[in-house]
């Protein structure tokens, strides 16, 4: 369906682009790019929708930069698309009406560090994982841990999680303070160094998961967390996948501060054992950690693996060290990327609903039977303490009947997630890949957000199509 | 200043509150008052800001109600001012303009407490301590607890916070979904009961904090957690003020996760020992409290105790006796009232200006001594443990002299706190008392705000005259 959107969305005339072009290689010379080469680097992610490749790529150096590539944009009424490390999962980086790609991966650098106030400031184009190499210095980390080594900026704009949220949240929680460019040029500063604020309207929060739709982020100020005394991490597998669900839900409920508590079905772990040498017992199977002084860490391991014992766990291996520990966590970032090694050649349609708590093991349940049902290859593996699951569905690109397939098992899970009083992403976000749930999930809301839409980017040339459906916004982006 | 700025609006024209009132009254009947009682008593706060009384009074006892109201106000072009509890510290609730003032406080059911998945859904007008009665026989609670009996709506609209805010976080972070009625009268739901999403701009969270001026708030879903399996508490005299405040920075950098951990300095004790018949030492005091299992709770107590050893502690005294803690907690609630009654007649000043912790012992040790310059009545109380702290400015309303300094002091402090990467509101909010202070904290962003309030409420017709200055919005509220 985004695909025939995509082909169907007009681009943006190639004089405006031209005009844009030459205003910017005046002041920033070889930042500009239109190699074809880069054209298509920058026009894909990481998902199973059609890449749709801008017109001219910017590498931005500095806010002023940003400023430049976006006065230029407004006043030549041309289409803006930042992009970080291009990792994305609904297609929120392709240029669905050509124009300008601002690559932000040039702006890399950590501002400052505050081990003393937990918080640090960082240039958006940085990486999560080039960041933590610095923060470990300093004796503290940054949670938040998509599977992919995204950059903090994409991760602010996709409001991403990962495997820690269900102890320290998203990246809701966890920003607290940007630096942005709007659609005409100016520089905002939303937010402060303070860990609470009551001043007016939450513009940090407002631009977190906006997918670069409101404006370009360009510095993120975080919130930090002191590397725990002791880390320990356990391995169990389970007689059966309700099993393993229950486990997770019970020790939520019980309110057991768990650091990490991730499942992965039995065709994820023979995908991870494949890819990442793991070498565990083909069942359905929790990852957890537990984070604090070596008391606490027993603790809750001793109190989750009592929870385990009364619904058919097969083993409970705990460990605390640094090595072991590692090559799991490792191997669950991976395993994305497993389960594309398991099919070569087929692309993933990675789902991301999320669900209340109490509704898991039921959507779990029901979904497991849609894929058996429909013989269809998908691993399901997910940060369950959140109510947040993934089906990878494995497809041959080029099968349209198996395409078909997994985009309608995908919308009945939505449906299903969305009845039991959830939503149809937990941190993918929407992209132009997930346009369609947005009116069943939020109903009138769409309008109000086209309504900011319309009122911050009156021109429509921020990331147009994505987030609010570009067809009912007014502007040059969708002339067509 | 925001004295003169009151008296200088002009309000509503008196045909236009007639002719909304005359509508209201077809179906409303006698929800529906105009008695001068009813007037008054809503037209004024908790603060010291001067009242100013709407036309009419609306008691609303459905989501339908507030509909019919809004549109009445929307059809006449009248101001329409969300009132709860009419505890706020800013003059939110303060009819500026006059118009409407649409009273939540009938709309005081539990919609629904789901203790599985740790959240509920409840009417705005529930107070925070009646949604405490119902929460405590299902093994729950909501931690968010201002010094008053706020309304759980005023709370949202305020984004407030409390004593727990340094472990549970504040109103942001815990209400997971909105009903709010719009400016046109459309109902819209926002978020879902997942702990997490990425399906587009955040709503919930623009609404909450944004005090009645985008929408008016009828419904909210909140984040419970478990009662805890120990609460210990603690309370502790210091030799001085940075000892205190310093035993405060280095538990929280530590990362122990002390549940609430408030500061009272020695004319604060001497005034709750009078209002609460504490009998505690007038010293700079920290009130503690853990949460956790036996042993969590006795080894974050003993780090803490230890810490404090370090930093001139005069005793250490622990408890997990209920009726001990309750009397504790109850004295520091009622703090605010303690020290109105310190000095009988007077009105009381509060600050909240929230600062980086490591800013915290700087920005408090200045504040003390321009207040010990000044030679006035001003007790210091606050969450420390989030770098947030009040000045109670105990002043003569009818002495311009005390005024002035007191709001010149104000100035000083909240100057002092933006600079240290700070804000002028950890959480009473700007209300209108406030206003002066969005200029030099958000920059441009006020503009961004600005766009958002004209957006959505294009007649300005919503709580005019707050967060965002009135003379720069348009609409019928703002025609003097």
Redesign the interface.
């Known amino acids: 369906m985004s695909h025939t959107a995509a082909q169907r969305r007009t681009r943006v005339d190639t004089s405006c682009v031209e005009a844009a072009v030459s205003q910017l290689r005046a002041t920033l010379a070889d930042k500009v790019t239109m190699t074809k080469a880069e054209l298509d680097g920058h026009g894909r992610d990481e998902s199973w929708h059609d890449p749709a490749p801008p017109d001219a790529v910017v590498y931005a150096e500095s806010t002023e930069d940003v400023v430049a590539v976006v006065q230029a944009c407004a006043a030549h009424r041309v289409p803006l698309v930042p992009f970080g490390a291009g990792t994305s999962l609904e297609g929120h980086v392709a240029a669905l009406h050509g124009g300008i790609t601002l690559d932000m991966t040039r702006m890399n650098r950590v501002l400052r560090i505050?081990?003393?106030?937990?918080?640090c400031t960082v240039e958006a184009g940085i990486t999560r994982k080039a960041l933590d190499e610095q923060l470990r210095r300093h004796g503290v980390f940054f949670p938040i841990d998509p599977g992919a080594d995204a950059t903090i900026g994409g991760m602010t704009a996709?409001?991403?999680?990962g495997t820690n949220?269900v102890r320290y949240?998203?990246m809701?929680?966890n920003v607290l303070a940007l630096t942005a460019v709007?659609p005409d040029g100016?520089?905002?500063?939303?937010g402060?160094?303070?860990?609470?604020?009551?001043?007016?309207?939450?513009?940090t929060?407002?631009l977190?998961?906006?997918e670069g739709t409101?404006a370009v982020v360009t510095e993120v100020t975080l919130r930090l967390?002191?590397v725990?005394e002791v880390i320990g991490a356990a391995v169990c597998p389970f007689e059966s996948l309700g099993g393993a669900v229950d486990t997770v839900?019970e020790t939520?409920?019980?309110?057991v501060q768990v650091a990490r508590i991730e499942l992965l079905d039995e065709r994820q772990i023979m995908a991870s054992n494949a890819f990442s040498d793991l070498g565990l017992e083909e069942a359905p199977t929790l990852f957890l950690e537990f984070h604090g002084?070596r008391?606490?860490v027993q603790?809750q391991a001793r109190i989750v693996g009592e929870i385990a014992e009364t619904h058919g766990q097969r083993g409970w291996t705990f460990t605390t060290r640094t090595d072991e520990r590692n090559r799991l966590w490792r191997a669950r970032h991976d395993a994305y990327y497993a389960d594309l090694a398991l099919r070569p050649g087929a692309k993933g349609i990675p789902t991301?609903a999320?669900?209340?708590?109490?509704q898991l093991a039921r959507v779990v349940a029901e979904t497991r039977r849609d894929i058996e049902d429909a013989h269809v290859l998908a691993p399901i593996v997910g940060h369950v303490g959140?109510?947040?699951f993934h089906v990878i569905f494995l497809v041959d690109p080029d099968d349209p009947v198996e395409l078909a397939t997994a985009q309608e098992l995908n919308r009945r899970l939505v449906r299903r997630?969305?009845a039991a009083?959830?939503?149809?992403?937990?941190?993918?976000?929407?992209g132009y890949g997930?346009l369609e749930?947005?009116r069943e999930?939020?109903?009138?809301?769409?309008?109000?957000?086209k309504?900011?839409k319309?009122?911050?980017d009156p021109l429509n040339i921020m990331n147009p199509g994505k987030?609010?459906a570009a067809a009912d916004t007014r502007g040059a982006g969708d002339a067509g």
Not at 158 to 161: F, K, V
Not at 252 to 255: D, F, I, S, Y
Not at 354 to 358: E, F, L, N
Not at 421 to 430: A, D, F, V
């Open positions: 505050n081990a003393e106030d937990l918080d996709t409001r991403a999680s949220a949240g998203t809701r929680d709007l100016t520089v905002v500063r939303t402060t160094r303070a860990r609470k604020s009551s001043a007016g309207y939450d513009l929060r407002l977190v998961g906006s409101l967390y002191g725990p839900i939520v409920q019980l309110g002084s008391q606490t603790e991301d999320c669900v209340p708590i109490s959140d109510g947040n997630a969305q009083g959830g939503t149809c992403t937990g941190e993918h976000g929407i997930k749930f947005m999930e939020h109903g009138d809301g769409v309008e109000v957000m309504t900011i319309r009122a911050i987030v609010v």
